[in-house]
């Protein structure tokens, strides 16, 4: 088993570029979450997912969309990248009481 | 609503010492309260959790909390330091894991720094 797996690893984006984030998970877990990591913050929830077709606003969502098409994969897509986006994201997926998540996309908006 | 607080942003300790890492959180009804380990570049891993019954976690790497209800804590320990450890620790809690809105409520993060 892969767990979660995130693509691209890195990406620099220019101010009002788009990009979407690929997260997939093989482990049948209905419940996925985005998460973005700033130095001295946590991690803090952009949105997550309870199953197939279905998405929530986290506690950041502002400036993010998310689409969960098909069970293993949930997508994070910045419209027009801002500066303030340039962060460290995780994807996770849960069983019951476990998240497991991905390595991580670092990203850089200059 | 629920918050951790992470007492200490860092904690330096030289190898083979003894390290508790504080974590405290803000509601006393019932919390399940987890330990994760981010080492460099990586990914979260969950180091350990208490759900319920012995307020004494074992968890991996030699580590253990202990869930003190009274104090809303749940410090993180070990008792003694390697230089693999060196990580950043994130406490987290939730109150209602059945619900669909289930989330975790994240503490800022602790790195420790082991000293040779």
């Known amino acids: 088993n892969a767990g979660v797996t995130q693509t691209p690893k890195f990406r620099v984006l220019k101010t009002g570029q788009s990009m979407t984030l690929l997260c997939a998970q093989d482990?049948?877990?209905?419940?996925m979450y985005w998460y973005r990591q700033d130095p001295g913050m946590g991690l803090r929830l952009i949105h997550y997912?309870?199953?197939?077709?279905?998405?929530a606003k986290g506690e950041v969502p502002d400036g993010y969309n998310v689409s969960r098409l098909k069970k293993q994969n949930f997508l994070l897509g910045l419209e027009s990248a801002a500066p303030s986006q340039t962060s460290v994201y995780f994807c996770a997926s849960r069983d019951y009481y476990e998240q497991y998540f991905g390595p991580g996309t670092r990203l850089t908006v200059t | 609503a629920q918050s951790v607080t992470q007492l200490d942003s860092q904690v330096p300790v030289f190898e083979e010492a003894p390290v508790e890492l504080r974590c405290n959180y803000s509601?006393?009804?019932?919390?399940?309260l987890f330990w994760y380990v981010q080492y460099p570049n990586q990914g979260l891993q969950l180091l350990l959790k208490y759900l319920s019954g012995s307020t004494l976690v074992k968890g991996i790497n030699g580590f253990e909390a202990e869930f003190n209800k009274s104090q809303t804590s749940f410090h993180l320990r070990k008792p003694s330091v390697h230089i693999s450890d060196t990580a950043e620790y994130f406490c987290a809690v939730s109150d209602r894991p059945m619900d669909s809105n289930y989330q975790l409520i994240w503490g800022a993060g602790t790195k420790l720094i082991i000293k040779p």
């Open positions: 997912s309870v199953g197939e077709g279905t998405t």
């Open positions: 482990m049948n877990h209905e419940y």
């Open positions: 509601s006393s009804v019932s919390v399940y």
